[in-house]
């Protein structure tokens, strides 16, 4: 028998999820792309696109060890 799921508040899910910043506006709205959701240090869900609401939104943290790709711009 599968058990229930637990309750969660927005505020959990969000503090769980990585993305490549696509879209931000003046509102704090974010829309990622590749995004996932971590719990407990395992990857749980990939998501792909995701759009989260400025409410929800406490900060923004730029992700400083993983290592950039040059832009190939023609």
């Known amino acids: 028998m599968q058990q229930p799921?637990?309750?969660r508040s927005p505020t959990e899910f969000l503090s769980n999820v990585i993305g490549?910043?696509?879209c931000l506006d003046g509102y704090m709205n974010?829309?990622?792309e590749q995004t996932e959701?971590?719990?407990?240090?395992?990857l749980k869900n990939k998501y792909g696109d995701a759009f989260?609401?400025?409410n929800n939104v406490l900060?923004?943290?730029a992700d400083k060890t993983r290592k950039r790709?040059?832009?190939?711009?023609?």
């Open 69 to 74: 790709e040059p832009l190939n711009i023609q």
């Open 59 to 61: 900060y923004i943290s």
């Open 20 to 22: 490549i910043l696509s």
């Open 5 to 7: 799921q637990q309750e």
């Open 37 to 42: 959701e971590w719990v407990n240090g395992q």
């Open 52 to 54: 989260i609401r400025e």
């Open 30 to 32: 974010i829309a990622l």
